[in-house]
């Protein structure tokens, strides 16, 4: 079997768009073509015109080359070959950043590709799942107001919710504010459910950081995410060691040398790898076996379609320090719930891994048709 294609689909909503929290305005779907009549589908979690760029760039120099050309011609089944080829080939401007986001999408269909050719879930590829089910957590923005929280809260529980993560939004204007929003969480929520807070990297300073972070452990709040912009490894560091809270990041990074120095020197106590970003099913293995080693969780980030979640489901099952909590994007629109045919659904609060060969998602070619902008 060979590569025959790499189609990048890119998706976006007619109506005017500025930028939507879920992260669902656009996507960028990736299908790669074989020649036996195969398709893997993949998704990346990026600037969907960046990452059309990054694939369809002709040949420059050898360090300096378009994703397609690097795989077309290849085995479909030598998914750590190919892997290994882009991320040499793209050296000059990749490394990290998009052309490892894009990477992402192409070694997602081809693990896809290897799960239809031998007619079985990835899950069973990467070594077997620890977990059939995983417990979703709601993942919403912040309210403005109390009121609004506690309403939020009654509504996520009486949906079958058990854990709940507010971010960003209003969060980190008002200190005083944001205080009172987890407040009216936990009281509505009880001491049962599980509440997380995303700050959005929104600290300019460690102090102010650190006197948040104590404020928030009197509501008893599971994981503090990204406190930082990603680069901030010190002042990580120096949250970590002055709260009981654990603190969790990395959506934004790429590749097991981003994590294995977000863990050696920004000392979290739970990384967050989107595997649409951060190099695929393949590079997220790794980093979480790096993770492993230092004993550190692994709690994955997926806020886009079903077919990102679809993959992320398959690696959180399947690694030892996963199947703690999957995040569950509960953004109604139609990118996020239409991209395949049959929605992946929480019930009473965890998610099945998906059991059909591949990722075991079938792309919905009607929502491809009504929100494709590329050709
Ligand atoms: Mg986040």
């Not at 529980?157 to 969060?171: D, H, R």
């Not at 654990?246 to 967050?272: C, H, M, N, P, W």
């Not at 649409?276 to 886009?304: D, T």
Request: neutral net charge.
């Amino acid at each position: 079997m060979k590569i025959s294609d790499i189609e990048v689909i890119v998706l976006r909503q007619k109506e005017a768009i500025q930028s939507i929290g879920d992260s669902t305005q656009d996507a960028v779907v990736i299908k790669v073509h074989t020649d036996e009549g195969l398709i893997g589908i993949g998704e990346v979690a990026s600037s969907p015109y960046v990452v059309e760029a990054v694939i369809n760039a002709p040949i420059s120099k050898y360090l300096c080359c378009g994703l397609k050309k690097i795989c077309l011609g290849q085995d479909p089944l030598e998914i750590e070959k190919i892997w290994n080829d882009m991320y040499e080939q793209s050296s000059w401007f990749g490394l990290r950043g998009a052309a490892i986001h894009a990477m992402s999408g192409i070694d997602m269909a081809l693990w896809d590709i290897k799960g239809k050719a031998l007619n079985q879930p990835v899950y069973k590829l990467l070594g077997g799942a620890f977990h059939n089910k995983i417990r979703a957590y709601a993942s919403v923005l912040f309210p403005n107001t109390p009121e609004e929280i506690r309403s939020m809260v009654k509504d996520y529980v009486q949906k079958g919710f058990t854990a709940i993560k507010f971010g960003w939004g209003k969060f980190g204007k008002v200190p005083r504010d944001d205080i009172q929003l987890v407040k009216a969480a936990r009281e509505a929520a009880g001491n049962e459910i599980l509440i997380m807070v995303d700050a959005g990297g929104c600290f300019k300073d460690v102090t102010l950081a650190i006197e948040q972070a104590s404020a928030l452990e009197k509501y008893d709040v599971y994981f503090f995410e990204e406190p930082f912009p990603p680069d901030k490894i010190s002042s990580l560091a120096k949250l970590t060691q002055s709260t009981r809270l654990r603190i969790a990041t990395g959506e934004r990074l790429a590749t097991r040398y981003s994590f294995e120095d977000l863990i050696v020197r920004g000392k979290v106590d739970i990384i967050q790898p989107d595997v649409g970003r951060v190099g695929g099913i393949s590079e997220f293995m790794k980093v979480a076996l790096i993770a492993k080693q230092y004993g550190i969780a692994c709690i994955p980030h997926a806020w886009s379609s079903d077919i990102l979640l679809a993959a992320t489901l398959h690696v959180n099952a399947s690694i030892p320090n996963g199947g703690i909590l999957q995040e569950f994007c509960l953004s109604g629109r139609p990118l996020r719930k239409d991209l395949t045919k049959i929605p992946i659904q929480q019930k009473d609060g965890y998610i099945s891994i998906p059991d059909r060969p591949g990722l075991g998602v079938e792309l919905n070619e009607e929502t491809i048709k009504n929100f494709r902008i590329n050709i």
